[in-house]
T-cell receptor, first 111, second 113 residues
Framework: GENVEQHPSTLSVQEGDSAVIKCTYSDSASNYFPWYKQELGKGPQLIIDIRSNVGEKKDQRIAVTLNKTAKHFSLHITETQPEDSAVYFCAATDSWGKLQFGAGTQVVVTP | NAGVMQNPRHLVRRRGQEARLRCSPVKGHSHVYWYRQLPEEGLKFMVYLQKENIIDESGMPKERFSAEFPKEGPSILRIQQVVRGDSAAYFC???????????FGSGTRLTVV
């Protein structure tokens, strides 16, 4: 089955700097890769996603890149702000079409 | 246009009791997924349902846990004879089809005392 690994587990950045989170997946048939942000006490919220026919997607300060050959994808947050502090999860579809999640990255943005 | 509604938000049960968690998907979504999250851990898949069908229950413990998504009404995750280790946040998500984005609910936080 699909196995998604996510690094780092924690990430501390200065406000204004960039943050990068990386994920790898195992199932070459995976074709959908969303990223979720989870704030304390809340459910995960979809922030950006990418499909396998696209290499990069950007939405304001957030961008995602996908390398299908290497089976890895990354989340890039530029000009980080305190409200970006949260846990971020990557995910990839498995053969059933359901999502398998990475273990999460705790991002802390310090002023 | 309500999102995924989960209730209750918090549930306290004594060991041996039953816990019933409810999830109403986004209107028009026919795919429902349940995930469990332990404190400071990731989201672990439990079960994937479509209306009246269990599609994949590979993440569900074989005993005490069951799930349904009836033709009418919400999806229900049922845990019988709860134990302390069942304490966790249980999230429900829905989608309009496979390979589409999920919308998550706010979760039910189960505490077994």
């Amino acid at each position: 089955g699909e196995n998604v690994e996510q690094h780092p587990s924690t990430l501390s950045v200065q406000e204004g700097d960039s943050a990068v989170i990386k994920c790898t997946y195992s199932d070459s048939a995976s074709n959908y890769f969303p990223w979720y942000k989870q704030e304390l006490g809340k459910g995960p919220q979809l922030i950006i996603d990418i499909r396998s026919n696209v290499g990069e997607k950007k939405d304001q300060r957030i961008a995602v890149t996908l390398n299908k050959t290497a089976k890895h994808f990354s989340l890039h947050i530029t000009e980080t702000q305190p409200e970006d502090s949260a846990v971020y999860f990557c995910a990839a579809t498995d053969s059933w079409g359901k999502l398998q999640f990475g273990a999460g990255t705790q991002v802390v943005v310090t002023p | 246009n309500a999102g995924v509604m989960q209730n209750p938000r918090h549930l306290v049960r004594r060991r041996g009791q039953e816990a019933r968690l409810r999830c109403s998907p986004v209107k028009g979504h026919s795919h429902v997924y349940w995930y469990r999250q332990l404190p400071e851990e990731g989201l672990k898949f439990m079960v994937y349902l479509q209306k009246e069908n269990i599609i994949d229950e590979s993440g569900m413990p074989k005993e005490r846990f069951s799930a349904e998504f009836p033709k009418e009404g919400p999806s229900i995750l049922r845990i019988q004879q709860v134990v302390r280790g069942d304490s966790a946040a249980y999230f429900c998500a829905s989608s309009s089809g496979t390979g589409d984005g999920y919308t998550f609910g706010s979760g039910t936080r189960l505490t077994v005392v």
